[in-house]
């Protein structure tokens, strides 16, 4: 078998197990709660081991496939790399968070919600744990970069070419939150054509986040940048909403049209598109960056 069967048959094995070992536990969860019941109250502890190995299915999926195939697990992406990679660590934290603050912008300028009313050191208080706050949570997060960025983008390149890995592996890094988005995450439920819009939209973004995050990686050749990245991304957005809406208002209500203007400040990573395929990277083992 030459290497790019190798490596079809690889991502083939990877995409099965990252698959299973999420949505099992997540159609589980479909089956008997709302999703946002999930993370309130009793509910959450019977299936916290469920939630747990969801959120990390990517990276077991790595390591299993790994084992399967006699690939090995030995692998230099789960180096820190601190030493001249300090700016992409802390482009990592606060790129997200600027992102997060033209949104905070977009929801004043549209008036949505109920403005909230803080002093300075309220709001300096709400950026700093925007900031702080996700670094802790990025071993959450480090489950899927481990295998998305660590393994798959990569393995996509090796079978086609960076574009592919691009464009094919944020498709499917948005399929995989399907079992999410039919429940309201991110989008919600009422819109026209849920879920199946949401699903689309849910890939297009993945796409998008997906090059800024696969860029930390190819310029660091360590995933924990885009960890970090990732966890800024999920869990210092929602603290900067403080910033704009008083923390019981139902952001979650405001029209489809609005959210997706919402999503627009993340396009703001296309920009790294044309350096992320000017020339090839530590990872492909040519040219270094």
């Known amino acids: 078998m030459n290497n790019r069967s190798a490596d079809i048959k690889r991502i083939v094995i990877y995409l099965l197990l990252s698959f299973s070992l999420a949505w099992i536990p997540w159609i589980i969860m479909n089956s008997r709660y709302d999703f946002f019941e999930w993370f309130t109250g009793e509910k959450q502890y019977p299936f916290l081991w469920l939630m747990l190995l969801s959120g990390g299915a990517p990276a077991i999926a790595t390591f299993l496939t790994r084992l399967m195939t006699k690939e090995g697990i030995a692998d230099?992406?789960?180096?820190?790399?601190?030493?001249?990679?300090?700016?992409?660590y802390v482009l990592a934290v606060l790129l997200p968070v600027a992102v997060g603050l033209l949104r905070c912008i977009l929801i004043r300028q549209m008036h949505l919600g109920e403005k909230a009313e803080l002093s300075g050191l309220q709001t300096a208080s709400i950026l700093m744990q925007a900031i702080t706050m996700p670094l802790p949570a990025a071993f959450n997060t480090f489950g899927e970069e481990y295998g998305w960025?660590?393994?798959?983008?990569?393995?996509?390149?090796?079978?086609?070419?960076?574009?592919?890995?691009?464009?094919?592996?944020?498709?499917?890094w948005g399929l995989w939150h399907a079992p999410l988005t039919v429940k309201g995450h991110n989008f919600g439920t009422d819109y026209p054509g849920f879920p199946y819009v949401g699903i689309l939209l849910m890939c297009g973004f993945c796409v998008v986040l997906g090059i800024f995050f696969h860029w930390l990686t190819q310029k660091t050749g360590s995933v924990y940048p885009a960890s970090i990245a990732h966890s800024v991304t999920n869990n210092g957005a929602a603290m900067l909403l403080l910033?704009?809406?008083?923390?019981?208002?139902?952001i979650q209500k405001v029209p489809f049209s609005a959210t997706l203007l919402l999503f627009a400040p993340t396009l703001l990573y296309l920009l790294f598109l044309p350096f992320l395929m000017k020339k090839k990277d530590r990872l492909s083992g040519k040219v270094p960056v």
Do not use: F, Q
């Not at 230099?76 to 992409?88: E, T």
């Not at 960025?149 to 499917?172: D, H, M, Q």
């Open 243 to 250: 910033l704009v809406v008083n923390a019981d208002d139902a």
């Open 149 to 172: 960025r660590g393994y798959l983008y990569p393995k996509l390149e090796s079978v086609g070419n960076r574009p592919l890995a691009i464009i094919a592996g944020g498709i499917i």
């Open 76 to 88: 230099d992406l789960l180096r820190l790399k601190l030493k001249g990679h300090l700016k992409y």
